[in-house]
């Protein structure tokens, strides 16, 4: 069966460190994989969305990026956070050809 | 573009009543896929369930039942005999050619 890792599932960092979160994905080759952020409000905004190793397409200009080294490896990055960054983000796969995703446990970021 | 409306930003109900969530959703597509996601205090999307346009046959899965009409563009969700573990922040999603749209979810909340 499939599985979702994210971590780490918690995380406070000083405004203007660097940032990098993991998602892994087990059990499928070649999903599509998706980082969301779920600020106070509960909506989900999409970062970031991935059809295949070096293929990122960004939804929204900010001061992240993300990277996809491997098939299953989906990583969210950033230089200098800020304090607007803090949120919930959330990583989500999609078979290859199919129409629904699956989330991750998320990791809780709090920029002070 | 696409778009998916929940009017409804928080419901409070009483354990054992009967709960509907509504879910308006608007798409140039003619193929197209509707999703319901339920978010608990853990903060994981859940996936419940997933409709094709061109099924519009409603369905029930316990305690769940979901009603898709495509003349009124809507996709409810109801629950029967409400739990206290149903509370939780539900989301009714779209994909049709493009990215996912979620709505920005119904916060559900049941009291003993």
């Known amino acids: 069966s499939q599985t979702i890792h994210q971590w780490p599932a918690t995380l406070v960092q000083p405004v203007g460190s660097p940032l990098s979160l993991e998602c892994t994905v087990e059990?499928?080759?070649?999903?599509?994989l998706y980082w969301y952020r779920q600020a106070a409000g509960r909506g989900l905004q999409l970062l970031f969305y991935?059809?295949?190793?070096?293929?990122i397409s960004s939804e929204v200009p900010q001061n992240l990026s993300a990277s996809r080294p491997q098939d299953r490896q989906f990583i969210l990055s950033s230089k200098k956070l800020l304090l607007s960054d803090s949120g919930f983000y959330l990583c989500?796969?999609?078979?290859?050809?199919?129409?629904?995703?699956?989330f991750g446990p998320g990791t809780r970021l709090l920029v002070l | 573009a696409q778009k998916v409306t929940q009017a409804q930003t928080e419901i409070s109900v009483v354990e054992k009543e009967d709960v509907t969530l509504d879910c308006v959703y608007e798409?140039?597509?003619?193929?197209?896929?509707l999703f319901w996601y339920k978010q608990p205090p853990s903060g994981e999307l859940v996936f419940l369930i997933r409709?094709?346009?061109?099924?519009?046959q409603n369905e029930i899965s316990g305690r769940y039942s979901w009603n898709f009409q495509k003349s009124t563009s809507s996709f409810n969700f109801t629950i029967t005999a409400s739990q206290v573990v149903d509370s939780a922040v539900y989301f009714c999603?779209?994909?049709?050619?493009?990215?996912?749209?979620f709505g920005r979810g119904t916060s559900l909340i049941v009291h003993p």
């Open positions: 989500a796969w999609q078979p290859s050809g199919k129409e629904t995703q699956y």
């Open positions: 991935s059809v295949g190793i070096g293929q």
């Open positions: 059990g499928t080759s070649n999903p599509n």
């Open positions: 409709r094709n346009s061109f099924d519009e």
């Open positions: 798409t140039r597509d003619t193929t197209y896929y």
């Open positions: 999603a779209l994909r049709g050619s493009y990215i996912p749209t």
